[in-house]
């Protein structure tokens, strides 16, 4: 039966949902609907049996939580989807609403999809194996998994678009974090660290005498004000970054082992001393590494770079993203310039740090001067480079590259030492050829950067033409 709309024409949102109900007679749904509301309490059985199955599912679901409520709740979410007189709208924003608890609680989509699969296969079963079904089963059953792949479709949908919400207000909060001051933190977090060891050697080392509620609060109210600060605020502004699993692990392995050991042998100081010791050795590790994620947290988290205040790689795939999207809606052209400087090592080696990062200081800023406040300079790498020239194709971005290379080798290099090298660069320019993927270009970048050190250095190399860069349209 087709579609009720002209090839071509607009089609609203559920569209496809009256089309897979209008695949079979309104007998075929009606004995559809009869046989998943027989059998739906042991469809909801093996559904979440395999969901069970999955270790990774187990902090979302237990065997009580399954059986008090989300049992019923798959029995009555298989009765309106299959119901062939529920409003299309309905059944569509139960989808979306499922979808919406699910990235909420971060159940993944492709487990709930594991558990469809076992869905269909066990209700096409039936279908094939009943007599009533003969002559149309063929068609049953695929009403059965179109239906199925639909509501996993819209909940997909719902999910990404809640799982993007929650990220962008996830990120925000961090941006929160960063606006505030992260020395006063940085300092206020090293205290109660500080505080938390000083405790423990009151009360398991010195012989103060304590009730059992002061106990309590000391070693274990001091502790949790550190360690919740870690488990619940850290875990949210230093995402991703190493040393917070490092920071988790010593303060499981102080609690764990060093605390035991230490209160045993309190009653002689002799033997208590060298755990004492570790203590300390434990704490300034863990001051350690909790400088080292403030570090991280201000250098990478803004998204730009200490030393030039250019924008570091943190956000090259964002933007790169968005430019070839750009390109591909608009049919603009862009280039990616990837650019080193020459002799950078001997450089650093032969004239030190401070000279050295001088040098890229003042490229950085040669570079930001050069270009047009419509694109976009990174910093890469110790003495890379990379910048986007948006809105230029070919022979605009070969002048932009030349330019910039002249321009660097004729700046004055300023140090405090008074010693001034002469600087140049070598670039490899990469024009945009249709391909999706940014880091296709990136490595045309990169590639044609290394055959222009390669062939001499100081100069300006071009990458060999991509699928479609050969006839890119020129912007001038």
């Given at each position: 039966?087709?579609?009720?709309f ?14 897979v ?6 007998p ?9 509301q027989?059998?739906?309490a ?15 599912m187990l ?20 009765g309106?989807?299959f ?10 924003e139960m989808?979306r ?6 990235a909420?609680?971060g ?9 469809a699969?076992?869905?269909?296969r066990a209700?096409?079963q039936?279908?094939l194996?009943?007599?009533q ?6 068609q049953a ?31 925000s909060?961090?941006?929160?974090f960063l ?10 977090q090293?205290?109660?660290?500080l505080?938390?060891?000083?405790q ?13 509620a002061?106990a ?9 004000q ?5 488990e619940?605020?850290a875990?949210m502004m230093?995402?991703g970054v ?8 010593c ?5 764990s ?6 209160k045993?042998?309190?009653?002689n100081?002799?033997n208590?001393?060298?755990i004492?010791n570790e ?13 080292a ?5 201000t250098?990478m ?7 030039t ?15 070839i ?5 608009q049919?603009?052209?862009?280039a ?23 040098i890229?200081a003042?490229v ?8 047009r ?21 070919a ?9 910039l ?8 290099v300023r ?7 002469d ?12 391909h999706?993927d940014?880091?296709r270009?990136?490595?045309?970048a ?8 390669t062939a ?13 860069e050969?006839?890119?349209r020129?912007?001038?």
């Amino acid at each position: 039966m087709s579609l009720p709309f002209p090839p071509g024409a607009a089609q609203p949102a559920d569209a496809s949902w009256l089309h897979v109900r209008q695949m079979v007679s309104e007998p075929v749904r009606v004995q559809v609907q009869t046989l998943v509301q027989r059998s739906a309490a042991a469809l909801s059985d093996l559904f979440y049996e395999r969901m069970l199955s999955d270790p990774d599912m187990l902090r979302f679901l237990d065997h009580e939580i399954v059986n008090r409520r989300l049992h019923a709740s798959m029995v009555r979410w298989l009765g309106l989807l299959f119901d062939p007189a529920a409003s299309i709208p309905d059944t569509l924003e139960m989808q979306r609403r499922t979808g919406e608890v699910h990235a909420r609680i971060g159940i993944p989509h492709a487990a709930v999809a594991r558990g469809a699969r076992e869905l269909k296969r066990a209700i096409g079963q039936q279908l094939l194996g009943d007599p009533q079904a003969a002559g149309h089963a063929g068609q049953a059953v695929q009403y059965v998994y179109e239906l199925i792949d639909l509501a996993l479709d819209a909940m997909g949908e719902s999910a990404v678009s809640n799982a993007t919400r929650l990220l962008r207000s996830e990120e925000s909060y961090r941006m929160f974090f960063l606006t505030q001051d992260l020395r006063a933190e940085r300092e206020r977090q090293k205290s109660q660290l500080l505080e938390w060891a000083h405790q423990i050697l009151v009360h398991n080392y010195w012989d103060v005498v304590h009730d059992d509620a002061g106990a309590a609060g000391a070693t274990g109210h001091q502790v949790s004000q550190f360690k919740l600060w870690v488990e619940h605020k850290a875990a949210m502004m230093f995402e991703g970054v190493p040393e917070l699993a490092l920071l988790r692990a010593c303060i499981a392995s102080t609690e764990s082992g060093l605390l035991p050991r230490l209160k045993e042998a309190s009653a002689n100081h002799s033997n208590a001393k060298g755990i004492v010791n570790e203590l300390h050795a434990a704490v300034d590790h863990m001051k350690g590494l909790l400088g080292a994620m403030f570090d991280r947290l201000t250098a990478m988290e803004d998204g730009r770079d200490n030393l030039t205040r250019l924008l570091n790689r943190r956000y090259l795939p964002a933007i790169a993203k968005r430019e070839i999207d750009l390109a591909q809606s608009q049919s603009q052209p862009f280039a990616m310039l990837a650019i080193a400087i020459d002799s950078y090592a001997e450089i650093r080696h032969g004239l030190g740090a401070e000279v050295s990062d001088a040098i890229v200081a003042q490229v950085a800023d040669r570079l930001s001067e050069s270009v047009r406040a419509s694109d976009f300079v990174f910093r890469v790498g110790d003495s890379q480079f990379l910048v986007l020239i948006v809105e230029a194709g070919a022979s605009v971005t070969a002048t932009v590259a030349e330019e910039l290379r002249e321009r660097v080798a004729r700046m004055p290099v300023r140090t405090a030492s008074g010693i001034a090298p002469d600087i140049t660069v070598s670039i490899g320019l990469a024009v945009f050829d249709g391909h999706p993927d940014y880091q296709r270009l990136l490595e045309r970048a990169e590639l044609a950067l290394r055959e222009a050190q390669t062939a001499g250095r100081n100069q300006v190399q071009h990458a060999a033409p991509g699928l479609a860069e050969a006839g890119t349209r020129e912007n001038a």
